[in-house]
């Protein structure tokens, strides 16, 4: 996994429904792989860098050493599907970082009760100048929201997406439709010539260098295509030619820019790993991975020895160990000599990826202080756990990753569906770059071409721009 060294990365939670066998289960697998697609669209939708599934409803949690097989069979079966739809994207979007950011504020504010847009239809402008910047500001009469922005179309998106916010959690507005359209704009694709196209112009405007080479391979008795942006190899793939291979290579790198994690509570680690190397996931969180400490579930073993020898043992060795440290939802008296910044240095002595320091519990806002300590006395990355939010994201930048769950989701609880509006909104904060204001008010362009997919053959399209 490639962390930004510009902003942090957003990991979006997934609370998976409660499974079959716990004390809350009641739905049919199928029922929670359509509720899992669905939120998997969301966030792909909405830009997230990362989706962590997790089995958060299976309240009152049990330990790894007490969980049955059917845990890890659904939460396999669960999370193959999120790895599958989170990167089965529209590929004209993941070029343009405007384009789904724009395509989802359409698709909300599309949603809107029809006297709410002839409300917002009519919105008015005003200037006002702050620490010696000129503001607009959008008022829409009759509503108490308006929207702060340096252009008009930015002013009136973000009242939009206040007022959309305040509905979504007052139950006033139904983000159903919001959510088809989502599918919709998730299956829009393009031809490869158009793809490489906006992929150049797109380098260009940026002012990134991309660059591809083709070389061959004695061993595979093929060429090996390579792309390179700035020097950085994103994608490389073979061909029975230099042109397929190049081509082969760009869709590579163009497919694999999204994770996907999972975390079993409660300390389920092993399963995790097991999951992650059967669903070809890219990370866990796990749980207890040094000194010892007694959760709701009990007393919770270090496991580092252990976890790393069986991530040995199954060949698991790409999927990335994120750690827990002084853990929330837990009491840490007897290691209470032991600072959180001596816990970090101990995880990353014991062969952490990244640790993930959190608030007291779900939701609860992690200390910023904490953080920059941790960051300043390790060299791995560092991730904050809970109770990051729109108001206090700011205070974070120095993290390598924020996982952002209870803010997404209605009235902030953790237990109910995402409130779209606020996810949106938290996105434009921390991505200011990610939309182009003026197109969200255009009427958008019908894509016709469609898209030759992976399995298509690639050394017959003459019309490609490679050579």
């Known amino acids: 996994m490639r962390f930004s060294k510009n902003h942090p990365f957003i990991i979006g939670m997934i609370h998976v ?26 966030y792909w939708n909405a830009g997230v860098d990362s989706i962590l599934v997790e089995n958060m409803h299976d309240l009152p949690y049990i330990q790894g050493r007490d969980m049955g097989p059917e845990i890890v069979a659904c939460m396999t079966r669960i999370c193959s599907t999120a790895k599958s ?21 359409r698709a909300l504010f599309s949603a809107l009760p029809g006297d709410v847009q002839d409300k917002a239809s009519k919105v008015t402008y005003s200037t006002y100048f702050k620490d010696g910047n000129e503001y607009i500001l959008a008022r829409f009469p009759g509503l108490t929201e308006e929207g702060t922005g340096s252009t008009k179309a930015e002013a009136k998106t973000l009242g939009l997406l206040q007022l959309c916010e305040n509905l979504v959690d007052e139950e006033k ?5 919001v959510i088809a359209k989502y599918k919709d704009e998730h299956m829009e694709q393009l031809t490869n010539k158009t793809v490489l196209q906006h992929f150049n112009s797109y380098c260009k405007e940026k002012n990134l260098q991309l660059q591809m080479d083709a070389v061959w ?40 820019k999204n994770y996907v994690g999972i975390q079993i509570l409660a300390g389920g680690n092993k399963q995790a790993l097991a999951v992650a190397q059967a669903a070809e996931l890219d990370y866990i969180r796990a749980e207890g991975f040094v000194y010892s400490h007694v959760a709701d579930e009990g007393w919770m073993d270090a496991c580092a020895g252990d976890l790393l020898r069986y991530r040995k043992i199954i060949g698991a060795k790409d999927v ?14 007897v290691t209470s000599d032991i600072s959180l910044v001596e816990t970090a240095r101990a995880a990353e002595l014991f062969g952490s990826d990244g640790v993930i320091v959190t608030g007291t519990a779900t939701g609860v806002e992690t200390d910023p202080t904490e953080v920059q300590d941790v960051v ?27 996982i952002v769950g209870s803010h997404f989701k209605r009235l902030q609880q953790w237990d109910n569906q995402i409130n779209i509006a606020r996810l949106l909104k938290f996105m434009l904060r921390v991505r200011p770059e990610c939309v182009d204001y003026d197109k969200v008010f ?21 019309d490609l721009d490679i050579k």
């Not at 499974?19 to 697609?37: A, Q």
């Not at 006395?377 to 930048?397: A, Y």
């Open 442 to 462: 255009m009427t958008p362009e019908v894509v016709e071409e469609e898209l030759s997919d992976s399995n298509g053959c690639y050394e017959l399209d003459d």
């Open 376 to 402: 300043r006395s390790v060299s791995i990355p560092v991730l904050v756990g809970s109770g990051v939010t729109m108001n206090n994201v700011h205070k974070f930048q120095s993290a390598s990753g924020l």
């Open 173 to 177: 507005l139904d983000q159903k439709h």
């Open 17 to 42: 429904p409660a499974l079959p066998g716990t004390p809350r289960g009641s739905d049919k697998i199928r029922n929670i792989l359509s509720f899992v697609r669905k939120e998997v669209s969301i």
């Open 85 to 105: 739809a989170f990167q089965r994207r529209n590929l004209a979007a993941c070029i343009d970082p405007h384009e789904k950011m724009v395509n989802s504020l």
């Open 217 to 256: 391979d004695d061993d595979q008795k093929k060429f090996r295509g390579s792309v390179y942006v700035d020097g950085e190899l994103i994608g490389e793939e073979f061909g029975n030619s230099k042109r397929g291979a190049k081509l082969k290579s760009c869709w590579k790198a163009l497919k694999t």
């Open 320 to 333: 990335k160990i994120f750690t827990d440290i002084k853990k929330k939802h837990s009491a840490h008296a």
